[in-house]
């Protein structure tokens, strides 16, 4: 993190009758008139928050740098302020002529105004600028190092050199830029997230929000995020063991919800590859807390031998508003309506093309025969995979009345093949089961729930991908399925 806060004392108002005004204020200009006769008839202190040289009448002090706004609370304009011996006595905002009188003695203010109008936000509340604001007066509470920054250095320079990206360039996460991002949850910047593999890290809510603004999240999306972060902090997925291992398997998020929708999150067309900025910067900012606080980096205990392009964020959402089956979080325990997302140890996806089954008995039988390939034929009950069906194959099903439990358990019945089949030796090839397994009349590929079925993609085009797994169960990773906390 990169800058340093202004932490000097809070400017006093000076006795009287204090007034924070804006030009941009419709209310402010038209109070303006009150403003002279005020400054005729009372000991009056304007501030102006914008234009320097308004008023032009009675002149006003320019708060160029908000810090008598930011530091005396002011959240609307026109405020009058009371402030006797240094102090503040009463304050109104906006434009209401009795209130006014009463606050300042005057009588007769405004004739010929409306008797009252709302005031407008102060730019010391601006959304754009509040967390600037923060910083430069030494609100911020964050617990991060900061890293100082030479003027003539280059910053996204110095963050490759310092190896704190995925080989893209990452976003400065400046003290501005991370608070805006704390403002996307309700957790405390403090509360401890998870202990992060390989280096067993305590990570904190603040650490996953500066990896978050790195790979270009919004605030709306930390949650997400965070709630990512925790599943693969877990014994069950097995981070540590998913990074050493040599197969270019990395974390695949399947996110769900009406909050999948709220954030912008593609399930349609391309949902698995690029162009939409939640996907990729959800699966990303994992992957940088993995890398930058965990110490999971390629070529030290990320030992893949070939890697994968998803290995840099492979996150996605499933069209759980259309589907004709449900979700999958919703098989995995997630009541509907809930946010939720699956974390699996998955490969990059491989196309499945069908275009002329029309029936779900042919389709079922295409899609067992290329799931027969996943990591390899001859190989079985190691590997999961996620079956992420598209529209056109799902309306085949959905077509002939089939649900969820009929798809699954219709692959799965021509998923079986004999152990002479499979045993090692068979068809010249010495990969496959041991031979104690030779006599076996019929081996399932996948384990009982070892197929998991979700549903995005383009409505137009007759294919399915397939997300095939590392070692599952005790010895690898086994998916693991979270409702996001807000």
Request: proline share 6%; net charge negative; charged share 20%.
């Amino acid at each position: 993190m990169t800058g340093n806060a202004d932490t000097a004392s809070a400017p006093t108002l000076p006795d009287g009758i204090v007034i924070i005004v804006k030009e941009e204020c419709e209310t402010c200009q038209t109070v303006v008139p009150v403003l002279q006769q005020l400054h005729a008839a009372t000991e009056l202190t304007v501030y102006t928050q914008d234009n320097a040289s308004f008023p032009s009448a009675p002149t006003a002090a320019h708060d160029a740098d908000l810090a008598v706004s930011w530091h005396h609370d002011i959240e609307t304009v026109p405020t009058v302020i009371v402030v006797r011996n240094g102090v503040e006595v009463e304050r109104t905002v906006g434009w209401m002529r009795p209130e006014w009188e009463r606050l300042t003695g005057v009588d007769g203010l405004g004739e010929g105004l409306p008797v009252m109008r709302p005031g407008c936000g102060s730019m010391s509340v601006d959304p754009d600028l509040v967390d600037m604001l923060r910083v430069r007066f030494g609100a911020s509470e964050l617990a991060a190092r900061r890293v100082d920054v030479a003027d003539a250095e280059d910053v996204m320079e110095m963050m490759f050199n310092r190896g704190w990206t995925d080989g893209l360039p990452v976003v400065p996460p400046t003290e501005q830029r991370v608070m805006a991002m704390l403002a996307g949850t309700s957790r405390a910047g403090s509360e401890i997230v998870a202990t992060v593999p390989p280096d067993l890290v305590d990570i904190s809510v603040e650490k996953v929000a500066i990896a978050a603004v790195m790979a270009g999240c919004k605030p709306e999306y930390l949650p997400w995020v965070l709630t990512a972060v925790e599943a693969a902090c877990t014994d069950e997925f097995n981070m540590h063991g998913l990074l050493a291992t040599t197969m270019p398997v990395g974390p695949v998020i399947v996110c769900s919800g009406p909050g999948t929708r709220a954030i912008g999150m593609n399930s349609g067309g391309n949902a698995l590859g690029q162009g939409n900025r939640a996907n990729l910067t959800i699966g990303r900012a994992l992957q940088l807390v993995i890398r930058n606080f965990g110490g999971g980096r390629p070529g030290e205990v990320d030992r893949a031998a070939h890697g994968s392009p998803a290995k840099i964020s492979f996150c996605f959402a499933e069209a759980d508003d259309t589907s004709p089956y449900g979700r999958l979080a919703g098989e995995l325990g997630i009541d509907d309506g809930v946010d939720a997302l699956t974390l699996f140890a998955g490969e990059g996806p491989h196309c499945l093309v069908d275009q002329l089954s029309r029936t779900p008995e042919s389709l079922v039988r295409s899609f067992a025969l290329k799931l027969q390939t996943v990591n390899h034929p001859k190989l079985i009950m190691m590997f999961d995979a996620i079956l992420v069906m598209g529209p056109e194959h799902a309306r085949v099903f959905a077509d002939a009345g089939w649900d969820r439990e009929q798809i699954v358990a219709g692959i799965s019945e021509h998923l079986n093949r004999s152990g002479a089949e499979l045993v090692r030796g068979a068809d010249g090839i010495a990969e496959g089961v041991p031979e104690a397994f030779g006599d076996a009349e019929s081996l399932p590929k996948f384990r009982p729930g070892g197929l998991m079925l979700t549903y995005a993609g383009g409505g137009a085009g007759l294919f399915s991908q397939i997300i095939g797994g590392w070692v599952n169960g005790d010895k690898g990773s086994k998916p693991v399925t979270r409702a996001v906390a807000y």
